[in-house]
């Protein structure tokens, strides 16, 4: 299954014309987006979030949850919310690290 992309990353195109490091890369945040009903249970549909060291993502869940416990009500279940990292599915113990761009989403189905 695809994940459709709407990662907000910069790329940066050298002289060229070849993609070169992106500029978030060297970032001490993260960028999170909140998708659909989780964007609404959430009240926002991004914000900016402090990393400074490579993390699994049940982890970057359990500091954003001390930091704003109304947080913890969307992310009480492994099957409430799914996670994207970069634009790919991730689980509980896929790593993000400083400048990466992680959404959360409610479960999708298919036909």
């Known amino acids: 299954m695809d994940l459709l992309c709407v990662c907000r990353m910069p790329l940066l195109v050298n002289s060229r014309g070849t993609v070169a490091e992106s500029v978030q890369a060297h970032s001490s945040m993260i960028t999170v987006l909140y998708f659909s ?32 416990p ?10 409430i919310v799914r996670v994207a990292v970069n634009c790919h599915l991730a689980e509980a113990d896929t790593l993000v690290s400083p400048g990466d ?3 959360f989403f409610p479960p999708m189905t298919g036909g």
């Open 37 to 68: 009903a989780v964007r609404e249970r959430v009240a926002r549909s991004s914000e900016q979030v402090p990393l400074d060291t490579q993390i699994p993502v049940s982890v970057l869940i359990e500091r954003m949850c001390a930091h704003d």
């Open 101 to 103: 761009e992680v959404a």
């Open 70 to 79: 109304a947080l913890s009500g969307v992310f009480n279940g492994p099957d």
